[in-house]
């Protein structure tokens, strides 16, 4: 994890996530052109806000760091950080964790 990475801190019930990159090459070793390549919408959860309060009383976040997540096609917002993209999203606009 970069030292600017660790500075984000998402707030309330936000999620930063980023996404899975999809395979640059076949299994017969062939790359990919970058326009041919599927969006996946997987990804993985790199940080977790503290969640909002309803009524006073804490609303936990559905997902935890180190999750794996199914994400909508469009959404989020997009953080760039060096050459790395993640994507901040509400923790309700996550569809569905995913069990490896």
């Not at 801190?9 to 996404?19: A, C, E, H």
């Not at 076949?26 to 309060?53: C, D, H, R, W, Y």
């Not at 976040?61 to 950080?81: F, T």
Request: charged fraction near 25%; aromatic fraction near 4%; glycine fraction near 8%.
């Amino acid at each position: 994890m970069s030292s600017s990475l660790k500075r984000i801190i998402p707030l309330f019930d936000r999620v930063l996530v980023q996404r899975v990159k999809a395979a640059e090459r076949t299994a017969s070793g062939l790359f990919i052109p970058e326009k041919a390549q599927e969006t996946l919408n997987e990804g993985v959860v790199i940080e977790v806000g503290p969640g909002i309060l309803d009524k006073g009383v804490p609303v936990p976040l559905s997902v935890q760091k180190g999750d794996h997540v199914l994400l909508p096609p469009y959404g989020g917002n997009v953080v760039k950080l060096g050459e790395e993209e993640y994507t901040l999203f509400k923790d309700s606009e996550i569809l569905a964790k995913l069990q490896k």
